[in-house]
Structures are given as C-alpha cells and as structure tokens.
C-alpha cells in the first residue's frame, strides 16, 4: 500500500511562505478554516481530511500588525491538537520563527525560563516534531525540548551571499557579543570554505542593562579589512549598531551585517544614520515594519525556504516520483 504524502497546512500569516516551500516540494497546500469570534476567541480546522495522515503546519510565531506572539502560538497549539483529534498520525511544525527563544536563562531571582514553557505546550498540543530557523541559543533550544526538535542554522546562505560581495579584500567575521561568538564561527568557516581564502574573526564586548548597553572592548584585527556583523536576529537594532560603530573606529573600510530573522520593532532607526553597506536577513520574518523604500536601499533579503524544504524532503516523507502525492 502506498504511503501518502504529508498535508501542508499554512495558518494566517504564513501561506506566502509555506506556499513556496511547497513549490519547492512538488506540492499545494491543503485546505483549513479559520474563524474568529466576537470576544476575540477562535478556532482552526482542517478542511482536508486528516485520519491516518503526516501532517505539516507552518506558522511564523512573530508578532505583527494583526496578531501577538502570543495570539499565533495559541492559534497553533489548538490547531496542532485539532489535528491530532481528528487521527492525524503524526503532527510536524515548522516555525521560521520560534518565540520567546530568547528568555532561555535566569537573569533574574525568580525568573521565568519561558524557552522551556513553550517546549512543554508543544508537547502537550501532541506536535511530534519541530523545525525551525536560527534559534537565539542552540544549547537551551535542545535542552528545553524532549520531542524531536531541529534548529536550522543559516550560516551556509549568508556565506553564499556575502562571497559575491566581497571581491578580494581580507574579511573579517564579527560577533557582537560573547553569546554569539559560536554562531558567527559558524558563519566564518563557512564564508571561509566559499572564498577559499582566510577569514578572520573579531568579537565584540557587550554588556546589558535593561535597555542600556555597554562595552568599548573590541577583539580582533579590523583595519583596513571588510568587516561583517553576524547575528541570530536584530530587534530595536542596538546590539547591531554599537558593534558596528564599534568596527568603523577600528579602521574597518568596508561594514555588512547579517542576521536570519529582522523583526525592526524600533522601526527605521537603526537606518537613521546607516552605517552598514547593507543588511542581510532573511525571509523567516517580513520586514513589514519598514518602508518599502528602507528595504530596498538597506536590505538585502535572502530565500530561506530551500532551507525548509530540504529538511522535509530528507525526512523521506516527499517523494517526488510519488504519483499520490497532492
């Protein structure tokens, strides 16, 4: 008896990029309601019949204009266990963007770890696997959860990038902050094995307060030299400024930043007096909160689905000689 394909299921917010993983995949997106309700609750189900089924959701558990954070992890937890209700036999999510990934520590007495809380409402929701891009901490990610959980790193596309940008001139590969300092390792072996050449690396001194940062400690040679910001996300943008700055005083000649998901909620003002050639980031999240015209003068957004979708593929449940398949 032939195996039938997963259903690919898309909540509000996330058909456009679901839909282009699944082109990539040889697939359409199967059929599901939404509804919402006067005092603001909801509800999710599939339209397409479920029982005995692999099932994929895709959601994007960034805030924007229409729903919190909050409101699309919900939406997706009673949609996950709607699906299990109605026989799916397997639940996978696929989160571009996971939320609270960075409330993975205690800070604080009596803090809360809120990393961990999500990994246990995903499990009881009944979501046996997840996927999803770039977490702010790989250790804490791994440890919160105890279902199969797969953080794919963006190293290797941001290098593919940044390799036609450079030309010849030495390149050095800047984390802006000790935390970050494994990640964009990651990011200079890789841009490394592309230009077949040297990469240097440089790590920047930051320490937080609140909303205050300091830190005037920069390690690492950069005069004269193409410096590159390597960082999971940029939120108000200051982390990404004060290493950048920071660059520019230590002779760099030419600044780049990266970073897989651009929320920008301080909107345009990390564009304001733009010290970086231009900002890599990915598709993980719409930067819906700048102007078109920002985008396209500071920008430079990278496809992050091809990502996805090999991930999904190797998992063995997409073949593409598969006549059965949606």
Not at 113 to 125: G, H, P
Request: net charge neutral; aromatic share 8%.
């Amino acid at each position: 008896m032939r195996t039938l394909p997963p259903l690919l299921f898309a909540l509000q917010g996330s058909e456009l990029y679901a839909a282009r993983v699944a082109q990539r995949l040889g697939c359409s997106l199967a059929q599901h309601e939404e509804r919402d309700y006067e005092d603001g609750e909801h509800k999710c189900r599939p339209l397409d019949r479920v029982h005995g089924r692999e099932v994929v959701v895709f959601h994007g558990l960034h805030g924007d204009g229409r729903q919190s954070a909050n409101d699309k992890l919900c939406r997706l937890l009673f949609f996950c266990s709607a699906l299990k209700d109605a026989g799916a036999r397997q639940v996978q999510v696929v989160a571009p963007y996971l939320c609270y990934g960075r409330k993975d520590r205690r800070s604080q007495p009596q803090d809360p770890t809120i990393t961990r809380y999500v990994a246990t409402f995903f499990e009881a929701s009944g979501v046996d696997r997840l996927i999803t891009l770039e977490v702010h901490n790989p250790a804490a990610f791994d440890n919160a959860f105890r279902m199969p959980a797969w953080n794919l790193e963006c190293a290797e596309l941001f290098a593919g990038h940044f390799a036609a940008q450079v030309g010849d001139a030495e390149v050095v590969a800047v984390s802006p902050d000790s935390g970050g300092s494994k990640r964009a390792e990651q990011f200079r072996q890789a841009l490394q094995r592309q230009l077949g050449r040297s990469v240097g690396s440089a790590l920047m001194e930051k320490h937080r307060a609140h909303t205050t940062l300091t830190g005037t400690l920069l390690m690492g040679d950069l005069s004269g030299k193409t410096a590159i910001v390597f960082d999971d996300l940029i939120s108000t943008g200051a982390t990404l400024k004060h290493a950048g700055l920071a660059c520019q005083e230590a002779g760099a000649t030419r600044l780049f930043a990266a970073a897989t998901h651009g929320l920008f909620t301080a909107g345009s003002q990390l564009f304001d007096l733009p010290i970086f050639e231009h900002i890599a980031i990915t598709d993980t999240v719409p930067p819906f909160r700048l102007s078109p015209d920002c985008v396209s003068r500071h920008l430079q957004v990278l496809d992050s689905t091809a990502l996805i979708a090999t991930c999904l593929a190797e998992n063995g449940a997409f073949d593409r000689s598969d006549p059965g398949r949606r």
